[in-house]
């Protein structure tokens, strides 16, 4: 079995690709840096496809299957192993990040072609990869660290890899310190975590949370920290600020990183721990809690930003909010299946949103846009496609995920009626906010200059990935499917028995989700065409339908009432389109002090005053003792004879014992 | 045979090294300060003999013979240097060379 043996290729071949291009790309043609980049990773998702095939033919008991390169720390007993690990959960992860990265690439040679430094690009993105398989592979806390802070880098690098604009820099530095907020409580927790448990290892942590010989205290306390990490990982309330600002960077970015993988590290962790979080109740709720706040909170600015990419980014956030929902109610596999199928819809939406800027050359603002459905026809049924995934339209791949999320926050084990109302409404805000963006682009009259702007469909390399997700975004769900007849969820059943191994009590973590296998059990007579019914107008369905008449209405039949409601509701409508002023409360509350404790205390008076005033004052003493030592030096041949003289006689007094007379 | 204690030679000795060093500070004669060092070695020389022949012991002779040595090889450089320092300031005296300094 040689890729289950050798894991680490899958992780080599993107660092490979990234050193080629990053090293030695900047003389290569860009036919060259294609290859490398994309055929890393196109090797990569093969290594994947094999390591699946062999997976396949593992017998239960050999999962998750470990394995072990070499120890990277040893002290003490603190033992941090380069060890990956693979069980259903990296499986899923690991298919979703390279595919999507594949598609990816292949977008962005089209996306990028008239840009500068592009070996640079493909360095960063084959990076990117690297750092996030590292991330989904990892055995332990410390190595998935190490892939999450690697992910974080590359963000950072891509959001401001146009450099020489200053929006791009402020923003990328904003995603970068941002996150780190939430990553020192990811660090301590990692810290308390081995404290606690005695180890780093997942195996080793989650049979040990297993035996019940720790306080569910401290399991809350640990669980809140790492959950810390997620929330700026992840964009969730409050550390949610960076993610609209990092649409700064190039849109591929946006698809790959903050869309369809980078951000939904934190829901992967949380799922990742779910033996520590399923034991921790309070922990599980503020996840929850979180979660469906900022889905109802995210959507709600959506609703007013004019900005086609602004508007993805909130829908972003307030999607991972429903994953974190998914997994605060014990649903993970649904969290995770909204995860994958989000990567799918929400990377196509980013990805086409691109394809529209392309053609608009540059133009972002959707007020600018309209009646692109005739010129740009493949950008147009795609991101059609995609929408109606994203709203939740029965049939498309966001219905079933998001369905499970909102049916286990309903009904299942640790259901609370009022984050399921949160998640409904915002399911209602997330169709409206989708078709006003639909309609307002691709709609309508044209409102740009028709011959200054000369629209064109966007080449090959862009349509094909594409296409691809649209393909995914319709049947990406479809695992699912089965369970809306009451049937097995294949995509629930195949993550089962990670989800099952640890779980508090076997069988009720999950039966939220499996809810068609706890029917059938429960003797609830199972009919499935009432169970079919039943699923196709349930209020997520009703109030994603709602959502779209309300836009069709707002903005293809009567267009002139969104001005008009904005009129009315003077106050509402700015306060969304500042979305909450939120980065002006930061701005004064934290920012602002800490700007000026910075530069009235730290660096005016610590810096300038206490160390560059020792350093100063050490190399003053030894400039002015020169001066006068040097003095000795007056080149007069006869001072030189008498000190020698002087030197002699105090060396022979002193040999002589006059130094015990003087005594 | 009535032989002069060693403190005669020790003091004569002790007297011509001093001479020696006072010269040696206080003339400006770069050949004169020559000389003075001259005298300086001789002086332990002198010391070097007396100490051999009170303890018969052949060391102190064979230090002598190095130091006279040396003392050769030291007038030839040094003169040397007095004529090419000659040369160049038309003067011995020791404070025109002063360029070497701070």
Redesign the interface.
Known sequence: MPILDHLWIILALPLAGSALNGLLGKNWSKTVVNSVGIGSVSLAFLAVVELVREFAQLSAAQIPWVRNYFTWITAGTFRVDFSLRVDQLTIVMLLVVTFVSLLVHIYSTGYMAHEEGYYRFFSYLNLFVFFMLTLVLAANVVLMFVGWEGVGLCSYLLIGFWFLKQSAISAGKKAFITTRIGDFGFTVGILYLFWTFGSVDFEKVFAKAAEGTVGVGTLTVICLLLFAGAIGKSAQLPLYVWLPDAMEGPTPVSALIHAATMVTAGVYMVARMHPLFSRAPIAMFVVALVGALTAFYAATIGLVQTDIKKVLAYSTISQLGYMFLGCGVGAYAAGIFHLMTHAFFKGLLFLAAGSVIHAMAGEQDMRQMGGLRKEIPITYWTMFIATLAIAGIPGFAGFFSKDEILDAAGSGPHANLSLWLLGLIGAGLTSFYMFRLIFLTFFGKPRYDEHKVHVHESPRSMTVPLMILAFLSIFGGWFAAPHLLGKTDYFEAFLHPVFAAYAVQPGIEQGASLAGAAGEAGGISPNPAMELLHALTGPPVIVALIGLLVAWWFYIRRPDLPKKLAESLRGLYTLLLHKYYVDEIYAALIIRPLLWFSTNVLWHVVDEGVIDGTVNGVARVAREGGEQA??L??????SY??WV?IGAVGFTALMLGFWEVVR | MNAVPISFYLVLSAVLFGLGVVAFVFKRNIITIFMAIELMLNAVNLAFVAFARAWNQLDGLVFVFFVIVVAAAEAAVGLAIAIALYQNRDSLNIERVNLLKF
């Open positions: 040097r003095e030096q007056s080149g007069n041949a006869r004879a008498t003289v």
